[in-house]
């Protein structure tokens, strides 16, 4: 990603913040021969057991990416966007050299991508995950208002992915967006 000094994000905080808040990120592998991206909800886990920071989540078994482990990959995180039009105001103050723009937050998570098939650990993912996305709900499901039975069927039809945060670099473009 193009990162001018001024654009770039110091804060680890701010950055964690941002992947929190925005969890659905574009998981970027290659298959050998083209680029592929998948839209995967992810768990952001600071200090992860070797206290490295790690990226977790799930996808369905029959899903190809998860054999993709072992590669080196990509996940995008987008906060908020707003188009910027040029101001009046401020065409008149430059002579109308001024032209519109987009102001943005941006995470790039960089990593190595590992699967787990662990039952234990994707049901540990699965609680985790369900109890973040719930808690602002009204009347919030947990993965225990399931039969066990359904649950257990489900933790076969799915494949845990997980990727160890090497490389976190983040760019706030121009004002912070409005909510």
Same mark, same amino acid.
């Given at each position: 990603?193009?990162?001018? #000094?001024?654009?770039?994000?110091?804060?680890?905080? $701010?950055?964690?913040? *941002?992947?929190?808040?925005?969890? %659905?990120?574009? %998981?970027?592998? @290659?298959?050998?021969?083209?680029?592929?991206?998948?839209?995967? +909800?992810?768990?952001?886990?600071?200090?992860?057991?070797?206290?490295?920071? %790690?990226?977790?989540?799930?996808? =369905?078994?029959?899903?190809?990416?998860?054999?993709?482990?072992?590669?080196?990959?990509?996940?995008?995180?987008?906060?908020? =966007? $707003?188009?910027?039009?040029?101001?009046?105001?401020?065409?008149?103050? #430059?002579?109308?050299?001024?032209?519109?723009?987009?102001?943005?937050?941006?995470?790039?998570?960089?990593?190595? %991508?590992?699967?787990?098939?662990?039952?234990?650990? *994707?049901?540990?993912? *699965? @609680?985790?995950?369900?109890?973040?996305?719930?808690?602002?709900? $009204?009347?919030?499901?947990?993965?225990?208002?399931?039969?066990? =039975?359904?649950?257990?069927?489900?933790?076969?039809?799915?494949?845990?992915?997980?990727?160890?945060?090497?490389?976190?670099?983040?760019?706030?473009?121009?004002?912070? +967006?409005?909510?």
């Amino acid at each position: 990603m193009y990162l001018p #000094t001024r654009d770039r994000q110091q804060d680890p905080q $701010a950055m964690r913040a *941002l992947v929190r808040q925005h969890a %659905l990120g574009m %998981l970027v592998t @290659h298959d050998g021969a083209l680029p592929d991206a998948d839209h995967i +909800p992810f768990e952001f886990v600071e200090g992860g057991p070797d206290g490295q920071d %790690l990226l977790r989540a799930h996808v =369905a078994r029959a899903n190809p990416l998860w054999r993709r482990a072992g590669q080196q990959v990509l996940v995008v995180f987008r906060g908020a =966007a $707003a188009y910027v039009p040029p101001g009046r105001q401020e065409k008149l103050a #430059t002579g109308g050299r001024v032209v519109p723009t987009w102001d943005y937050q941006v995470v790039h998570v960089h990593g190595r %991508l590992r699967a787990v098939e662990d039952p234990a650990w *994707l049901l540990d993912c *699965l @609680h985790r995950q369900t109890g973040h996305h719930e808690a602002g709900q $009204a009347h919030p499901w947990a993965v225990a208002d399931a039969p066990p =039975a359904y649950i257990e069927g489900m933790l076969r039809a799915i494949v845990g992915i997980e990727i160890a945060v090497e490389r976190i670099e983040g760019k706030w473009k121009g004002a912070p +967006p409005a909510p």
